[in-house]
Nanobody, 124 residues
Framework: QVQLVESGGGTVQAGDSLRLSCAAS????????MGWFRQAPGKEREFVAR????????YYADSMKGRFTISRDNAKNTVYLQMNSLKPEDTAAYFC?????????????????WGQGTQVSVSS
């Protein structure tokens, strides 16, 4: 089992940047594909990005390409989400998740372990 704890959320203005962190404990972190999702009030959980267990391969939702960067440090058991040029529509709770699949699909159902989320609010 893996325990995930997100941090780094906050309230910023449009155009600002934030870096989210997700610290993992428990079983071998480096064996999991990691993903970030977000969920705005009244909306379904939305895929943001994922990164392979080694960190070599990444994949982004179209609306995040060029603005968000996912990375990981397996020595620190941590995955990051660097978010630049934030927009009000990026306002949501952001969750990290771990998958045992080598390259999971975008569905939250592909991920087994979840953090509790960190809130990001972007004002115009």
């Amino acid at each position: 089992q893996v325990q995930l704890v997100e941090s780094g959320g906050g309230t910023v203005q449009a155009g600002d940047s934030l870096r989210l962190s997700c610290a993992a404990s428990g079983r071998t972190f480096s064996g999991y594909t990691m993903g970030w999702f977000r969920q705005a009030p009244g909306k379904e959980r939305e895929f943001v990005a994922r990164i392979s267990s080694s960190g070599v391969s990444t994949y982004y939702a179209d609306s995040m390409k060029g603005r968000f960067t996912i990375s990981r440090d397996n020595a620190k058991n941590t995955v990051y989400l660097q978010m630049n040029s934030l927009k009000p529509e990026d306002t949501a709770a952001y969750f990290c998740a771990a998958s045992t699949s080598v390259w999971p699909a975008r569905s939250p159902n592909e991920y087994t372990y979840w953090g509790q989320g960190t809130q990001v609010s972007v004002s115009s």
